[in-house]
């Protein structure tokens, strides 16, 4: 039975595997000649025909709406601050009219003035563009402050100690950080 076993295993796989002989029969031959067929080639050509303009079709349309969102970026990038120039205007007018005056009292100077920072303060309003101004003793924020000096001070460290100059946020990312002074801590680890 071992011997059996062992003389199934060496045969080669291609006389185990090999198909019958079988003779070709005319019925497993296309005939080329058959209308059907012909009909069928005729109406799968048709298909591809109308398979291959819809693909060009498509293909253009999508070209086509890359090519104007191209264009609308770039119109949105040329025009993106209008509404803001729009805002500022007004307080370019006040600005102009103040220089007409000829003999301008303190008083009228300093009314048209505050008038003219109203105006621009509701022209950033507008913009959504909003100061950034710590309060003494408030934490220091790197994302939002920019520390000029540390300085001795009775505040905990690492908090405001004077605004040099506000900063500005557009929305919620920063335009330009305040900047400020800092509380520093003492040599031991302290506060002054």
Do not use: C, W
């Not at 101004?133 to 520390?147: C, I, R, T, V």
């Not at 919620?172 to 040599?187: G, N, S």
């Amino acid at each position: 039975m071992q011997n059996e076993h062992e003389m199934r295993n060496q045969e080669k796989p291609a006389e185990r595997f090999s198909p019958p002989d079988m003779p070709a029969s005319d019925a497993d031959q296309p005939d080329f000649n058959d209308p059907q067929l012909e009909e069928q080639l005729a109406r799968t050509e048709s298909s591809l025909a109308e398979m291959e303009d819809a693909f060009l079709r498509a293909k253009a349309d999508v070209e086509n709406f890359r090519r104007r969102a191209q264009e609308d970026l770039a119109i949105a990038h040329k025009y993106a601050i209008e509404s803001f120039a729009e805002t500022l205007l007004p307080v370019k007018d006040s600005l102009e009219m103040a220089l007409e005056v000829e003999t301008p009292s303190v008083e009228s100077l300093r009314e048209g003035v505050e008038m003219t920072l109203k105006q621009l303060s509701s022209a950033f309003e507008k913009t959504r563009l909003t100061e950034v101004n710590p309060k003494p003793g408030e934490k220091f924020d790197p994302g939002k402050h920019q520390a000029i000096s540390m300085v001795p001070s009775n505040q905990p460290p690492n908090t405001v100690v004077n605004v040099l100059q506000k900063g500005y946020l557009i929305a919620d990312r920063l335009l330009r950080p305040a900047l400020v002074t800092v509380a520093q801590q003492d040599a031991g680890g302290n506060p002054p």
